[in-house]
């Protein structure tokens, strides 16, 4: 395990019917608060009617960004910066899952920024200062609602870049799992593949000796799977309730701490996919990971026999080898995504095949793929074509 510092200042506010407290919290910052209002299934659940409502009655004017669509986009990014400028926004809060947490930590830390917006995307700019952000947790998987992490679309250059300044960590993060209730099924499996995800980044990036860390790791993934009747009970409130926490925590640091730091990736991959195609990230990610695993087991599988056996209980018998039983421990979480009802493919993403060189040189060219061999890349994307 490696020497590591620990920092979360966000304020968790947990439970069924705890919306209700979200006036109280972003009072606290002023008057004046920008929404960020996404498209879809979100809006016909009445959250944002109920949020104004209760911003309304702790004395607030509500404003809003609105037909926010998933891969929030560097436009409404801008376009928020000016809500926020023009109006003296005073706090940023962002109803939904990564698409509206996301943009509104870029928001709020662009609204006090200089220059060239994008500079701070492509690592030109650091950005030092922020507006309050407030997060309300609608959608399980991201776990944007405790971490800094901010990933931007770039419309015209067909870039998806993220960016982890220390600023844009939500003051407070309401995770209340009745907003949870009317998810459609693929929206909750897509979020539960990527809770997996981001857990397996850390699981399997190298480093020795972290079994407390692994241990976490795998609760957060039995947690996932020990729930899964939610795709088939969606009210089943206690359900969505666990995995809601474990979206959390996948991805709010406790489980990384003491790791290897390495870069994510298997996110960065299927971020080239998603900035061209604009795919839903969590069907992103049950493609490009599981291919991804596919590529580690065989660099070096001893870990992913600890995976096997401990998620998913195959025992390294006799005349066995790593390899063997690492990949059938992936495979078991193929066809576990499968019955879900995510793609396992590129090609179910829409992905023109004549595309993968260029998604493989992307990759490596992202910030946060610097160390990516393209040639590696585009062999793991033609292995899940």
Request: net charge negative; charged share 25%; aromatic share 8%.
């Amino acid at each position: 395990m490696n020497n590591f510092i620990f920092f979360n200042p966000t304020k968790v506010i947990f439970g069924a019917g705890e919306l209700n407290r979200l006036g109280e919290e972003a009072s606290k910052y002023g008057k004046k608060a920008l929404v960020i209002k996404t498209t879809g299934p979100i809006q016909k659940s009445g959250i944002f009617e109920r949020a104004t409502k209760i911003l309304n009655a702790a004395g607030m004017k509500v404003y809003f960004l609105d037909d926010v669509t998933p891969n929030p986009k560097f436009s409404k990014l801008k376009e928020g910066v000016n809500i926020c400028r023009e109006e003296g926004i005073d706090i940023v809060i962002g109803i939904g899952g990564g698409t509206a947490i996301d943009l509104a930590k870029g928001l709020a830390w662009g609204a006090l920024a200089e220059g060239d917006l994008w500079d701070y995307f492509i690592r030109k700019r650091v950005a030092t200062k922020s507006l309050p952000i407030g997060a309300v947790s609608t959608l399980l998987g991201t776990g944007a609602e405790m971490n800094v992490n901010c990933t931007i679309t770039n419309e015209e250059t067909k870039e998806k870049f993220g960016v982890h300044y220390p600023v844009s960590f939500p003051k407070f993060a309401i995770i209340d799992p009745e907003l949870q209730l009317t998810l459609p099924r693929k929206l909750t499996a897509g979020g539960m593949a990527d809770i997996i995800s981001h857990v397996l980044e850390g699981y399997f990036d190298g480093c020795e000796d972290t079994p407390l860390q692994d241990r976490i790791a795998e609760g957060i993934i039995l947690t996932v799977l020990e729930n899964e009747k939610i795709l088939d009970y969606p009210n089943d409130i206690v359900a969505r309730g666990n995995i809601a926490w474990a979206s959390t925590l996948a991805i709010n640091g406790i489980n990384d701490a003491g790791r290897g730091g390495k870069d994510w990736d298997a996110h960065t991959i299927e971020h080239e996919v998603s900035a061209k195609y604009d795919v839903r990230h969590g069907e992103g990610m049950a493609v490009v990971h599981i291919a991804w695993l596919y590529y580690l087991c065989k660099k070096d599988p001893k870990k992913f026999v600890h995976f096997a056996e401990r998620i998913f209980g195959i025992q390294k018998t006799s005349g066995q080898t790593d390899l063997s039983v690492g990949i059938k421990g992936i495979d078991v979480l193929k066809e576990k995504f499968r019955s879900w009802g995510l793609p396992i493919t590129l090609r179910e993403l829409g992905v023109e095949q004549g595309i993968l060189p260029l998604l493989a040189k992307d990759a490596s060219k992202n910030p946060e793929g610097g160390k990516l061999d393209p040639d590696i890349v585009l062999e793991v994307l033609k292995s899940c074509y």
